[in-house]
């Protein structure tokens, strides 16, 4: 009996085993790539979306830090520029009233300042947004101040960056960082204001002064990811406010004009960029935002550490790559225990078809991951669009309730005295009257003094035709009466300025409101406007049925298009106010033969911000103000414009807010033409 050939068999157990080997080897390569390539996927994954929720946060955050200092600067220098046209203030300066002057500079900067309610008893002084204000005359010496400083009274400031920007075009200024004269030495901006006289021209300038101490505050408040935080520099790179700066009241840091991020903002254009922060040298992943302000642009950086940005990420690719290491190290040990057992080959097959699964489940629940992550950054981008929106609502509802009380205020202080005046002038006509009637009587007694005294007669008839007496007598009786009817015109506009005021401060809805009413008030606040801009505003009301509003909100929506009307229509022309009573509700038009709006923009017209305007004339929130005024009362505001023609806006109030539907409505009832889309 033969025996089998063992050099065969010898010989083919190296090939079988090299066979086994590849074989397990491609095993092995086919269970580590999904593996590998999963890894590398979710750490891709993870890793770009941390970086870009990093660059939205602080592009964010730069954005609305820059919309909260521009907008605070504008509110500072709108009551700079109010306070410097008080006929008080401008009766103030050209006497030279030093302790009325201060006591308007106080009345101001407490106004301003509101500490008393805002801040709880007991604690520490918050920093003034306005810490002192003073005047000086055109030459720049200053001569009135609160707090009163008096190393400061007599010093001439001409050399001032403030004096030099005010003096040029004698226009409000905003100033660079510097240190003041008066103790506390700190480090401030300050804003110039001319003051005018009736003739335009320029008698004094008031100034207000901003410590950097106070912006910095703020901005203490603000926190990106777990240690970043916003700074601000002025036009020159010099830091203006800065949370992690303690001595910034004292000390002028100017590196960040040095850094190519900034001086880029600065210039106009916003970045994302990583960089070595300039003050404090770490290194840093920013966003730089430019912020217009009056006279120039500051920037607003918005930065994190890169050592707490990326520190997340690669301990991300540290605990992948160790998943990944076990994953490997088990599927060697799986494919070795496939080569010394084909028993163990099928269940391994199964294990590996399971783990197949379980990784199609993981790349779903992945997928799903991003959708979630995807469907999230949508609804974080729509809150923050509703978010600029609200900010903006309460931007001009605290500019609206600011000036409310300046209206309020200045309507009492000239009431008191027009009563006076009023009483006097009636009491004058009275007067007047009784010496007329004895002039008249003395005249009877002519011939007696012919008779008695000719002498004496001839006096008095030289005196009668050099005075014309008789011309005299009929206006001692005639001026009284035209003052009284201009004193009652001027108390009627003083009545008008306060119950819009009154309207503003009102927020709630009222049953029945008189529409009407609130409208006349309106009109007539804004006719010196558009008697400015030679405009003519006409009110055509008819009688309205009660309808359930705010009156104050109604109000400064109708101011908001008579003044953009007036804006489109200036240099002559006519504004047409028109009520009229619908179905359900009524209707406010507001119809101008101006300019009217480009198709081609008339779709942005309610955006926040959008303004054609130039820069500095329009905020861009007059319309998106009065279109979400309009909307949380269940109306609508519909425009109707011819280029070159005019434009007409249609306002449809229900006569409840609970009404949703609004019946249809003919906009344009005469042919008129529309105002260009303006705030």
Not at 602 to 627: A, C, N, V, W
Not at 653 to 668: F, G, I, W
Request: aromatic content about 6%; some cysteine.
């Amino acid at each position: 009996m033969s025996q089998p050939d063992r050099s065969d068999s010898a010989a083919h157990q190296p090939v079988k085993g090299r066979r086994v080997f590849l074989i397990s080897l491609l095993l092995a390569m086919g269970a580590l790539l999904p593996v590998a390539v999963l890894g590398v996927f979710s750490y891709r994954l993870a890793s770009s979306r941390m970086h870009a929720i990093v660059r939205s946060s602080n592009v964010t955050a730069a954005a609305m830090t820059g919309e909260y200092v521009r907008s605070d600067l504008a509110r500072n220098i709108d009551m700079a520029r109010a306070l410097a046209a008080q006929p008080g203030m401008v009766q103030a300066v050209q006497n030279h009233d030093v302790d009325a002057v201060r006591q308007r500079l106080k009345a101001t900067t407490d106004a301003v300042n509101n500490q008393s309610a805002t801040q709880p008893a007991g604690e520490a002084k918050l920093p003034r947004r306005i810490d002192r204000a003073f005047v000086t005359d055109p030459a720049g010496v200053q001569w009135s101040d609160f707090p009163n400083a008096p190393e400061s009274i007599g010093k001439n400031f001409s050399d001032r960056n403030w004096y030099r920007g005010v003096s040029r075009d004698w226009q409000p200024y905003l100033s660079e960082v510097y240190q003041r004269n008066a103790e506390p030495r700190i480090l401030i901006v300050a804003m110039a204001t001319p003051v005018r006289a009736a003739d335009g021209k320029v008698i004094g300038i008031i100034v207000f002064q901003m410590p950097l101490a106070y912006l910095s505050n703020a901005l203490r408040n603000i926190h990106i990811g777990g240690t970043g935080y916003v700074y601000v520099v002025d036009r020159n790179g010099t830091v203006v406010a800065h949370p992690m700066l303690a001595d910034l009241d004292t000390t002028v840091y100017r590196q960040p004009a040095h850094s190519d991020p900034v001086r880029q903002a600065l210039a106009g254009k916003s970045t994302v960029a990583e960089y070595d922060d300039p003050v404090t040298g770490e290194p840093m992943v920013a966003a730089f935002c430019n912020v217009p302000v009056p006279n120039g642009t500051w920037a607003a950086v918005a930065q994190q550490p890169r050592a707490d940005v990326y520190g997340p990420i690669r301990r991300l690719g540290w605990s992948i790559a160790v998943a990944g290491t076990v994953v490997s190290i088990m599927a060697f040990i799986l494919v070795a225990t496939l080569r010394r057992s084909s028993i163990r080959d099928r269940r391994l097959s199964e294990e590996l078809e399971t783990k197949s699964r379980r990784l199609e489940k993981l790349t779903a629940v992945l997928t799903q991951t991003a959708d979630s992550e995807r469907a999230a950054r949508v609804e974080a981008q729509a809150a923050n669009d509703s978010l600029r929106k609200t900010q903006a609502r309460l931007v001009q509802s605290e500019k609206l309730a600011a000036l409310g009380q300046l209206v309020a205020g200045v309507a009492h202080e000239i009431n008191n005295p027009l009563s006076f005046v009023l009483n006097n002038v009636a009491v004058l006509q009275r007067d007047l009257g009784s010496l007329v009637e004895m002039v008249r009587m003395y005249e009877g007694a002519n011939g007696v003094l012919t008779r008695e005294s000719p002498d004496l007669m001839k006096k008095i008839q030289d005196l009668a035709e050099r005075i014309d007496l008789e011309f005299t007598l009929a206006e001692m009786a005639e001026i009284p009466a035209r003052s009284r009817e201009g004193l009652v015109r001027i108390q009627q506009i003083v009545k008008d300025l306060r119950d819009f005021a009154r309207q503003n401060a009102i927020g709630d809805m009222q049953p029945n409101a008189d529409l009407n009413a609130g409208i006349e008030s309106t009109v007539n606040i804004a006719r010196g406007t558009a008697k400015k801009q030679k405009v003519e505003l006409v009110s055509d009301l008819a009688p309205l049925s009660g309808v359930t509003c705010s009156p104050g909100k109604i109000n400064q929506v109708v101011l908001n298009l008579l003044t953009n009307a007036v804006y489109a229509s200036r240099g002559g022309g006519e504004v047409v106010v028109r009520t009229r009573p619908v179905d359900g509700g009524a209707i406010i038009q507001v119809i101008d033969h101006g300019t009217g709006i480009d198709p081609a923009i008339r779709e942005r017209i309610f955006d926040p911000f959008f303004t054609t305007k130039p820069q500095g004339e329009g905020t861009g929130l007059g319309l998106s103000i009065s279109h979400g005024i309009v909307s949380d009362h269940g109306g609508r505001i519909d425009v109707d414009s011819v280029l070159g023609q005019g434009t007409t806006f249609t306002v449809f109030l229900p006569e409840s807010p609970s009404q949703a539907a609004s019946p249809a409505v003919t906009r344009r009832e005469v042919s008129v033409a529309p105002a260009q889309a303006r705030e």
